[in-house]
C-alpha cells in the first residue's frame, strides 16, 4: 500500500512570501507526481504534475521532484491571499492506468 | 467546459436507508472513481471502474456498492446507511494512462442520522 504523507499545517505565510510545501511517499518506483489545490468548500483541482528529477516551473509554481529521497515540494513564490487552500499531493497506486493515492494535504494560509 | 455532475450538494438520510449517490461525466472518460474525504483522514478510494459494467474495489469498499451501466454515469450505493459513512463524497473523471488530470464533481455532503 503505497504512503504519501503531508505536514498538515496550518503552513501560515505572509503575503508576498515563498510558501513551501512538502511530501513524501513510500514506493521508490513512483515515477509520477501530482499536486492539486483545494479551496474550502471546494473539489480538488490538478495544478502541477512531474516526472523527472529537479524543478519544473508555471507561472507562480514551481514542483521540485527528488526521486532519491523520495520528496516533492511544491513552491509558491509571491504567495496571494487567493492562494489560501489545501494542497494535496498524489501518485498513482501502481504503474498503468491506476488511481490516485492522495495525501491529507496539506492547508496553506496567506496572510494579507 | 467539462463538467462531472453529483446528484446532489446535500443528503440527509437515516440509519439502515439503502442510499444512491448518483455522478455523471460528459468528458468520454473511461476511467470513474468514487473517493470519500473526511477531516484528518484525507481522501480515500472505495471504487473505481475502468469500463461499462466493470468495477474494481479501493481501499474502503466495505459497506458500499457501484454500478455502471453506461459510460457517462457511476453510481455509488449505499446498502444500508450507517453513522460511520457520514462524509463527504467525491466523484472523479479521469483520462490518459496514469489518471492525473482526474476531474472531480462538487461533491455530495452525507448524513447519516
Known amino acids: 500500500q503505497k504512503e504519501v504523507e503531508q505536514n498538515s499545517g496550518p503552513l501560515s505565510v505572509p503575503e508576498g512570501a515563498i510558501a513551501s510545501l512538502n511530501c513524501t511517499y513510500s514506493?521508490?518506483?513512483?515515477?509520477?507526481f501530482f499536486w492539486y489545490r483545494q479551496y474550502s468548500g471546494k473539489s480538488p483541482e490538478l495544478i502541477m504534475s512531474?516526472?523527472?528529477?529537479g524543478d519544473k516551473e508555471d507561472g507562480r509554481f514551481t514542483a521540485q521532484l527528488n526521486k532519491a529521497s523520495q520528496y516533492v515540494s511544491l513552491l509558491i513564490r509571491d504567495s496571494q491571499p487567493s492562494d489560501s487552500a489545501t494542497y494535496l499531493c498524489?501518485?498513482?497506486?501502481?504503474?498503468?492506468?491506476?488511481?490516485?493515492?492522495f495525501g491529507k494535504g496539506t492547508r496553506l494560509s496567506v496572510i494579507a | 467546459d467539462v463538467k462531472v455532475t453529483q446528484s446532489s450538494r446535500y443528503l440527509v438520510k437515516r440509519t439502515g436507508e439503502k442510499v444512491f449517490l448518483e455522478c455523471v461525466q460528459d468528458m468520454d472518460h473511461e476511467n470513474m472513481f468514487w473517493y470519500r474525504q473526511d477531516p484528518g483522514l484525507g481522501l480515500r478510494l472505495i471504487y473505481f471502474?475502468?469500463?461499462?459494467?466493470?468495477?474494481e474495489k479501493g481501499d474502503i469498499p466495505e459497506g458500499y456498492s457501484v454500478s455502471r451501466e453506461k459510460k457517462e454515469r457511476f453510481s455509488l450505493i449505499l446498502e444500508s446507511a450507517s453513522t460511520n459513512q457520514t462524509s463527504m463524497y467525491l466523484c472523479?473523471?479521469?483520462?490518459?494512462?496514469?489518471?492525473?488530470?482526474?476531474?472531480f464533481g462538487s461533491g455530495t455532503q452525507l448524513s447519516v442520522l
Open positions: 498524489a501518485v498513482p497506486m501502481n504503474s498503468g492506468n491506476t488511481p490516485l493515492v
Open positions: 514506493d521508490r518506483g513512483s515515477q509520477s
Open positions: 512531474i516526472y523527472s528529477n
Open positions: 471502474s475502468y469500463d461499462v459494467k466493470m468495477k
Open positions: 472523479a473523471s479521469g483520462g490518459g494512462t496514469t489518471n492525473e488530470k482526474l476531474f
